[in-house]
T-cell receptor, first 114, second 111 residues
Framework: DAGVIQSPRHEVTEMGQEVTLRCKPI?????LFWYRQTMMRGLELLIY????????DSGMPEDRFSAKMPNASFSTLKIQPSEPRDSAVYFC????????????FGNGTRLTVT | SQQGEEDPQALSIQEGENATMNCSYK?????LQWYRQNSGRGLVHLIL?????REKHSGRLRVTLDTSKKSSSLLITASRAADTASYFC???????????FGDGTTLTVKP
């Protein structure tokens, strides 16, 4: 299995621009998670999906952030408009189930907003 | 605030020595997981220990869980330079199964 695939690996954009991050989970995994990692706040759960349905988006910082999962093999996290404080590494992870299932992480997208 | 807190924040040892990292948490959990993160990469799952388990082994890794003290420890025996990484504990709780991560321990193993 190729693992969780994220793209792009790096994204540099100017404040105010729209940013779209992409994720392909491991085939057969029913749960998909978006995390954000910064030095100041560590790893934060933004949103997660079960069978393509958003279950908990309480970690999404504000309305500028949105996430979709149109099918079992693809998810996007969009920031519009982007701000410098959104600079972070964004990780996508997938797992088989809700109970006692480890998370499988992608290699992340490093976002820099200037 | 984060559910899990790792201790120490940083640890530096010589190759061949053992490394012990600790994790404390605040509320009841379903399981506790340990992950490793190499610089510039995603987190890699190491071990998951369920709340009704006390100890678990995987190769050179040994994890203990004390639910009465709300703490866990990760022991890496006979460390290698390749073990240099950040190590995170994550607690799984509730029916959602979502995991909350601590701030991590940065381990440096000197050759």
């Amino acid at each position: 299995d190729a693992g969780v695939i994220q793209s792009p690996r790096h994204e540099v954009t100017e404040m105010g621009q729209e940013v779209t991050l992409r994720c392909k989970p491991i085939s057969g995994h029913d749960y998909l998670f978006w995390y954000r990692q910064t030095m100041m706040r560590g790893l934060e759960l933004l949103i997660y999906f079960n069978n393509n349905v958003p279950i908990d988006d309480s970690g999404m910082p504000e309305d500028r952030f949105s996430a979709k999962m149109p099918n079992a093999s693809f998810s996007t996290l969009k920031i519009q408009p982007s701000e410098p404080r959104d600079s972070a590494v964004y990780f996508c992870a997938s797992s088989l189930g809700p109970y006692n299932s480890p998370l499988h992480f992608g290699n992340g997208t490093r976002l820099t907003v200037t | 605030s984060q559910q899990g807190e790792e201790d120490p924040q940083a640890l530096s040892i010589q190759e061949g020595e053992n490394a012990t990292m600790n994790c404390s948490y605040k509320t009841s959990i379903n399981n506790l997981q340990w992950y490793r993160q190499n610089s510039g990469r995603g987190l890699v799952h190491l071990i998951l220990i369920r709340s009704n388990e006390r100890e678990k082994h995987s190769g050179r890794l040994r994890v203990t869980l004390d639910t009465s003290k709300k703490s866990s420890s990760l022991l890496i025996t006979a460390s290698r330079a390749a073990d240099t990484a950040s190590y995170f504990c994550a607690t799984g709780r509730g029916s959602a199964g979502k995991s909350t991560f601590g701030d991590g321990t940065t381990l440096t193993v000197k050759p």
